[in-house]
């Protein structure tokens, strides 16, 4: 409703993870570059925590767009499955044929295990993306670990990468899941924007929008900062409902009574 009214060619504060929105702080960017890592650190886990809204998936497709063009990458975005669905749904990722009907936890791995020793053969690297892994029982986490055991003699086929909530870590730290914390060769967790930062996005993503002005006055920074904690998603909701209410009172910009209200709403 007031992208004409602001001179923005789209919105600047959808919720959507479009890498391109993606303010790159410094937390940021040490968690892209762990994942980056962690894909050429040939076998084993990377893991990626944060709290709800502080940009963990937006993160991920950034990776998709930077990883190298030699990996065959299967995502996982809806993790609550069993051990042979999650199986099943990976080799339908990897577009890997198993018997049609087949429930064999076997029959999976050795489908998967032909598929990547083929890939590796010609020079291909693979990596899973498992987006939203908090919600992976003891048993799935148990399975995937047994994934990055399928190897040659000298390199590991299959690099998996976790992403999720921050009670992802407190799983892990579960004794039945010793041996995968062991093999986690890369960690990060994405905490909330500074103040600095909150200013630093919301130009960031007004600029991409096509905004040529100052549409949050820097004395609004702070409670900016306070109202959203510092996480993007609640930033964007907000700075969304301030526009909007700057918009309907005909305002050139987002005031303080108008951000309140924002907040309130």
């Known amino acids: 409703m007031y992208l004409s009214f602001f001179g923005l060619a789209e919105a600047p504060f959808s919720i959507a993870p479009t890498p391109r929105y993606l303010y790159m702080s410094q937390r940021?960017?040490?968690a892209l570059a762990h994942l980056l890592y962690g894909v050429n650190s040939g076998g084993g886990f990377v893991l990626l925590t944060g709290e709800v809204g502080a940009g963990k998936t937006t993160?991920?497709?950034a990776l998709l767009e930077q990883i190298p063009e030699t990996c065959d990458v299967a995502y996982i975005?809806?993790?609550?499955?069993?051990?042979?669905?999650?199986l099943e749904a990976v080799c339908v990722e990897f577009g890997i044929t198993c018997p049609a009907g087949n429930r064999s936890i076997k029959v999976f791995?050795?489908?998967l295990n032909a598929h990547l020793l083929a890939a590796h053969a010609h020079g291909r690297q693979a990596v899973l993306i498992i987006d939203e892994a908090q919600n992976l029982s003891a048993d799935v986490l148990e399975q995937m670990r047994l994934l990055t055991n399928l190897e040659t003699s000298e390199h590991k086929l299959l690099q998996i990468i976790l992403i999720g909530q921050p009670e992802l870590a407190t799983l892990?730290?579960?004794?039945e899941l010793k041996q995968l914390a062991q093999r986690i060769v890369a960690r990060y967790h994405l905490g909330p924007l500074t103040r600095d930062e909150v200013t630093a996005y919301v130009r960031h993503r007004l600029e991409v929008a096509g905004c040529q002005r100052p549409l949050f006055p820097s004395a609004l920074t702070s409670r900016l900062h306070r109202a959203s904690g510092g996480v993007?998603?609640?930033?964007n909701l907000l700075c969304d409902r301030a526009l909007l209410g700057a918009y309907v009172q005909g305002k050139e910009r987002v005031d303080r009574k108008t951000l309140k209200q924002a907040e309130h709403e």
Do not use: A
Request: glycine residues 0%.
């Open 59 to 61: 993160v991920c497709r």
């Open 232 to 235: 993007p998603r609640i930033l």
């Open 77 to 86: 975005f809806n993790p609550r499955l069993t051990v042979e669905e999650l």
């Open 172 to 175: 892990l730290e579960r004794p």
């Open 109 to 111: 791995v050795d489908c």
């Open 28 to 30: 940021h960017q040490e």
